[in-house]
């Protein structure tokens, strides 16, 4: 079994390139819904992240206030390392248990939006950088996240540049045409020597 680490910055269309992996039987394992999954419901997590933000950091309900801890942590490198430190190694735990789960396959494929800041890429075989034009990734975010294009920008310049997380991965895929996309995955998986039939 191979893992593949897939990564891209911000309106990159990762959860769109994801999809079409697991369209073609890869299992997909997203850090990021893992992650927010596992502050919502994971003792451990959830002990940590009231030491470090206040008890009142989720509601009553048991709802945790990611406005205001994304605030908190983009003006404090500290507190985000912290923030790291804490989940990340749960994140890990999760995926392990993911990885065994799905022994079966060739291939799986571990998508996250910091796979190579977070040191997540050294659990990969190799890694795919997906990459789309800077206009195009401004509309994505600015329809699904309401956002200007001045915010939208400066989300950009916080992430790491796509030249340097190329350094660390062995395709990369543009996603800008849905089509060619899928074709693009359909060459990746073909060089890896895998096949939907021999699952």
Same mark, same amino acid.
């Given at each position: 079994m191979k893992t593949i680490g897939l990564t891209g910055g911000i309106g990159s269309g990762k959860t769109t390139v994801s999809q079409i992996f697991a369209q073609m039987g890869v299992p997909v394992f997203c850090c990021d819904d893992v992650a927010r999954k596992i502050q919502d419901t994971d003792l451990r997590a959830i002990q940590g992240m009231k030491a470090m933000f206040g008890p009142d950091i989720y509601s009553d309900d048991g709802t945790l206030d990611r406005r205001r801890v994304a605030s908190i942590v983009f003006a404090n490198p500290e507190t985000l390392a912290r923030l790291n430190a804490l989940i990340h190694p749960l994140v890990h735990e999760a995926f392990a248990r993911f990885a065994v789960c799905n022994a079966a396959h060739p291939l799986i494929l571990m998508e996250s939006a910091i796979l190579i800041q977070s040191g997540f890429y050294h659990k990969a075989d190799f890694c795919v950088l997906v990459t789309a034009p800077i206009e195009t990734r401004i509309a994505r975010v600015m329809q699904r996240d309401h956002a200007t #294009?001045? $915010? *939208?920008? @400066? #989300? *950009?310049? +916080? $992430?790491?540049p796509d030249s340097e997380m190329a350094a660390h991965c062995k395709y990369q *895929? /543009? +996603?800008?045409?849905? @089509?060619?996309? #899928? /074709? $693009?995955v359909e060459k990746i998986i073909e060089q890896e020597n895998y096949s939907k039939k021999s699952l």
């Open positions: #294009r001045e $915010q *939208i920008l @400066a #989300r *950009i310049s +916080n $992430q790491m *895929i /543009v +996603n800008a045409d849905m @089509a060619e996309v #899928r /074709v $693009q």
